[in-house]
């Protein structure tokens, strides 16, 4: 007899870890422009005017303990002033990611929803057609 609740469990798995490996190729993606990290940040962008280098993004775990301006929101851009300076600026959450990240949710859980009550319903399908196999035998007995 096959255990559904396996079934599910394993497509949980499977579904999280597809999420895991997706979320860590998307940070490389944003990272790949970051070289160097510094020590001291050269916060030259607050006097003068500059270029993004490389555009908002999620600190990494290095960033993270590497630099204090991914603290304040853990969000993290490189700029380049026209000093020609090159500093990290904190920046705030994109609201358009986080709304792509938040439909993704949506998108995933309701495929896993939809699954799910198919399984059951196959489930009771087969159940109820093992009951009545049984009455049949019952009855024929008499």
Request: charged letters at 30%; one cysteine or more.
């Amino acid at each position: 007899m096959i255990n559904c609740r396996a079934y599910q469990h394993g497509i949980c798995l499977i579904i999280f870890l597809l999420c895991i490996v997706h979320s860590s190729a998307e940070e490389k993606k944003n990272n790949k422009g970051i070289k160097r990290i510094l020590d001291v940040i050269d916060e030259c962008w607050e006097n003068e005017e500059y270029d993004v280098e490389v555009k908002c993004h999620v600190c990494d775990s290095h960033e993270n303990s590497a630099l204090q301006v991914c603290s304040r929101t853990g969000y993290i851009e490189q700029v380049k002033c026209k000093s020609g300076t090159t500093s990290y600026k904190s920046c705030p959450r994109d609201p358009e990611r986080e709304m792509v990240i938040f439909w993704k949710f949506e998108g995933v859980m309701i495929f896993v929803s939809v699954l799910a009550g198919a399984i059951v319903m196959l489930r009771m399908r087969k159940l109820d057609r093992e009951n009545i196999e049984r009455i049949q035998r019952q009855i024929s007995a008499l």
